[in-house]
């Protein structure tokens, strides 16, 4: 009976440190694995001298068994608000991390049109990049990648734009094609969205002034009688997405309503446009500056932006236009285009010409003369202009001594089409296609053509 009982006692006191050791085994098992913020905090765009506003984040702790658990015991690194740009939040919890975004920015400055444009040294297209669009072989299930790179541009990188800034750049414009990433009632995808503010804020961090508009939307926006009043309900849709996914920014982030609006394919699309489409037109520019005035944030006084018809510099597209009406003064650009002389700046068929001088009046007096009527018809009267596009393609010379003559020909272009707009108030933006008026290398930063970056930063006044 008494070796029974110390059998069992036996067999007992094994099954409990069995138990036991089994028990510790588990919890050995179950380490921290990783944490992650699995809400953003609801603020995430700062303004100078805030304080990091954590309301509304969650963060998760993860478990080698599986299992999760929220956290608050946790700290926060890396916000700081004595200067402008991205802030990069470093959570940490024990020996784990995880890390997001946030931006700060100047507050919104209440400066008028004028002064603002007067404050751009020189501007940069990111050309043929989020404008790509009818990139039919990218497939049907189109995603932003596919988007962003449908006319075999690279991915927009912030160390481009840095690059760009750090070369004098102190402007970026940002063309952007929307119908293309909007449903049958002109919803605009939540990602394509997205994509653009990050694109925008690699050029407000760097504290450059940004112009987004609307690019190649000629498939739904159309100034015909017949087509007007569908035009304008999705203009006044898109318009309204775009207003209210940035009316936080400040006053460097500027609105173009259009690019160059017209009829595509008409007989007078590059002459000015007709007396019905010029009335249209405005029509539309009233229901952007009203659209934007109404958004809420910062767009009741933010800096606006219309262009003529086609972005035309003729008499008949500049007389056109009529400035809308506003709720503020002083907070209306007009942009024109102009690629002058057209047979040395543009023209790829039968009369083009390789050579241009500044000393050959012939060769000057469209450039001269197009700066003039700009300024007399708008700058006189109170609306500063931006040449919103403007360049000298690049011509198919095989002998490399034509080449670098005609690289030479172009940057002396450059320094006179700049320095010109310049001497009138008028602010000048290289079109930067990747293609013959390619400028800025996007692979490696450097600039193709260093002549030309030169002659656009002397006219420019950024270097003597």
């Known amino acids: 009976m008494r070796k029974k009982i110390l059998f069992t006692g036996r067999v007992a006191v094994f099954t409990l440190l069995f138990i036991f050791v089994l028990a510790g085994c588990g919890d050995a098992e179950k380490v921290l694995e990783s944490i992650s913020v699995t809400d953003k905090p609801k603020k995430i765009m700062y303004l100078l001298g805030d304080s990091f506003d954590p309301e509304g984040m969650v963060v998760t702790a993860n478990y080698s068994d599986g299992s999760s658990k929220k956290i608050i015991d946790y700290t926060i690194s890396g916000f700081t608000s004595d200067k402008p740009g991205k802030k ?33 040294k020189i501007g940069w297209n990111l050309g043929n990049t989020l404008d790509a669009h009818r990139a039919e ?33 102190n402007a970026i414009r940002i063309p952007v094609t929307w119908y293309k990433a909007a449903d049958a009632e002109y919803n605009i995808r939540s990602d394509w969205m997205a994509r653009v503010k990050e694109v925008v804020n690699y050029a407000i961090d760097n504290e450059m002034y940004v112009f987004l508009n609307t690019h190649h939307d000629e498939d739904i926006f159309k100034f015909m009688n017949s087509t007007a009043e569908e035009s304008k309900k999705a203009f006044k849709k898109i318009w309204g ?29 590059w002459n000015g446009g007709t007396p019905e489409e010029h009335a249209n037109l405005n029509a539309h520019y009233q229901i952007f500056v009203d659209t934007v005035r109404a958004s809420g944030g910062n767009n009741n006084r933010r800096i606006i932006m219309v262009n003529t018809y086609a972005a035309s510099s003729t008499d008949r597209a500049v007389n056109a236009l009529v400035i809308p009406d506003d709720t503020i003064e002083d907070r209306i650009i007009v942009s024109i285009h102009a690629y002058e002389p057209y047979n040395f700046a543009l023209n790829e068929s039968t009369g083009y010409v390789t050579t241009w001088s500044k000393n050959t009046p012939s060769d000057t007096s469209n450039i001269i003369n197009l700066l003039n009527r700009a300024r007399n018809k708008f700058i006189d009267n109170g609306f ?22 005609h690289e030479v020909t172009r940057a002396e272009w450059a320094e006179f089409y700049v320095g010109s707009a310049r001497e009138r108030g008028i602010k000048f933006f290289w079109w930067d296609d990747g293609g013959n008026f390619r400028l800025f290398n996007r692979g490696d930063n450097t600039f193709y053509y260093p002549l030309i970056y030169a002659g656009l930063m002397r006219g420019a006044g950024v270097i003597e």
């Open 137 to 169: 072989w990218v497939g049907s299930d189109i995603s932003v990648a596919d988007m962003e790179t449908g006319w075999f541009r690279p991915i927009t990188t912030k160390e481009n734009i840095t690059a760009l800034k750090n070369a004098g750049f």
């Open 88 to 120: 990069l939040i470093t959570v940490s919890y024990e020996s784990k991390t995880d890390s997001f975004n946030v931006s700060v920015s100047d507050p919104f400055r209440n400066i008028s049109a004028a002064e603002l444009v007067e404050d751009v």
């Open 241 to 269: 997405q775009i207003a209210d996914a940035f009316k936080d920014y400040n006053e460097r982030l500027v609105f173009e309503a259009l690019n160059e609006p017209r009829t595509k394919s008409s007989s007078m699309e």
């Open 384 to 405: 500063p202009v931006i040449m919103g596009e403007s360049g000298a393609m690049r011509r198919n010379i095989t002998d490399e001594n034509e080449l670098a003559a």
